[in-house]
């Protein structure tokens, strides 16, 4: 029996397989598709997902095809600034805080491990029928497209990132429940050699005339989204004279090749639950964010990567319903959140009244003047909150991902460093009140300061001013690089040690 079936192989369900091959589970994963869609949907993910891809041995793989993204700038009604979002240099989590792609170039690079790896059974073009449970787990029926024959596999957990029309979600029976937030908007991909704007810049014209954005993705793909206003039809707006009428403020007709025009419904839907039974949903199978603040996709691979380091802890004996229990309890609420982010972001941009645009205009400008700063990166995402966390400073964090250093003078990024599994950090004066525990439940022990014994450490100084911010000398953090928690205490420490490594028992 295989340890996990993952319906649907888009970056989420790919991602989820690459992480499950990482933690050696066996994967059976199924798409209806036979190869990778060839059109770009997604654009943007941020630094945690280049950390994520950095687990899988992706991350400088795909730098090449990566464009770094540093500003977004939003214009008001009369064409001028009313915000701008300035991306930070630092790079606390190991890589720049946002990056542009082309969605088929990642799929491909995802793909490409899956196909090489004898734990992967990779079935393209087989179409999920059925999906049924028992008590020790689920029976899933595919049916080859190019053959009409019928197959049945088994698997002790079945992953559902098959998408908005997600087979497994309705087949399941979860209904959605909707945002109150459903915007027509008209998605033009073009490739053009020359930049038609800043190339490492976004920008968002929030002109009541009509609302659109530019955004420049890698290489010569350039994205612009124009919304639909009252009373246009769909089809009328995709057909190549409307495109080309909407994209001459910046290119004319013969600089581009137009790769898509569609109409897409920004949606606001998230499902009444994300788990039954052994069935999981993740991605766009349970939940569908607006795309105002770029994290669609990002929420997805976050969720598989939450959901398959407990499935792997299950399989290391883990405590089962815990584990399983505390994927929702984690993730729903920073979705949530975030939607909520997005929602309103996009109700301040989809302003179609002059007066309001006008009032919107003055407001933004004058919090501007009074130093008011958006949310302007990752770093500025919620943390998790809920499931296995607690509640001491910092605890639900994304910890930062400095340079380590060993007994010998080489430095490496902290997730490529440390093994897989928990990890111990301390300030270097106590690390030795610990040493002790972090031994008998082989976790990996990094020192903030100087060297201690045989402890990777580092004198990164975002990592001394996280400890300084949060008023701690440990921190525990678990497989997915969060923080379980923190304290002062070495008692506490010990005892918070012991917690998380039952948790997650040696993993890798």
Known sequence: MLDLAIVGCGPVGA??????????????????????????RAIHFDAHIMRILQQVGLAREMLPDLRVWRRSTFYGADGEPIRVHAWPTDRPYGWDPHYLFYQPSLETALRAPLVRSPLVDLRLGAEVVAVEQTDDHVSVTAQDLRTGESDVLSARYVI?????????????????????????????DVRCARQPG?????EMFCDPARPATRVPGPGDHHRWEFMLLPG?????????????????PWVGADEVEIIRASVYRFHSLIARTWRKGRVFLAGDAAHQTPPFLGQGLCHGIRDVHNLVT????????????VLLDSYEA????????????????????????PVEAKQRDNRLRRAAMAGEQPRTTFQGMPPLTGGLFGVTPGAGELFPQPLLVDREG??????????????LVARSDAVPEITWCADRLGTAVVAVGDPVGDALFTRDMAIVDWFDRHGVRFA??????HVHGTTMSADEATAMLRTVCGYFPRLG
């Open 476 to 481: 525990v953090v678990r497989p997915d690089r």
């Open 310 to 321: 407990k499935l792997a802890a299950v399989r290391a004996g883990g405590p089962v319903e």
């Open 410 to 423: 080489r430095s490496r990024m902290f997730d490529d460093a440390v093994p897989p599994g928990c990890v």
């Open 330 to 353: 984690e993730r729903r609420p920073h979705v949530e959140r975030i939607i909520g982010m997005s929602v309103a972001a996009g109700r301040e941009i989809c302003v179609l009244d």
């Open 15 to 40: 991602m989820a397989a690459n992480l499950a091959v990482g933690a050696g589970l066996t994967v059976a994963v199924l798409d209806r598709a036979p190869g990778v869609f060839d059109l770009p």
């Open 198 to 202: 800043p190339p490492d810049e976004s």
């Open 160 to 188: 559902g990132a098959d998408g908005a029309a997600s087979f497994v979600r309705t087949g399941t029976g979860i209904p959605l429940v909707d945002g109150d937030f459903n915007e027509p908007w008209l998605v033009v």
């Open 232 to 248: 246009e039809d769909p089809a009328d707006m995709q057909r190549p004279a409307s495109v080309q009428a909407l994209i001459a």
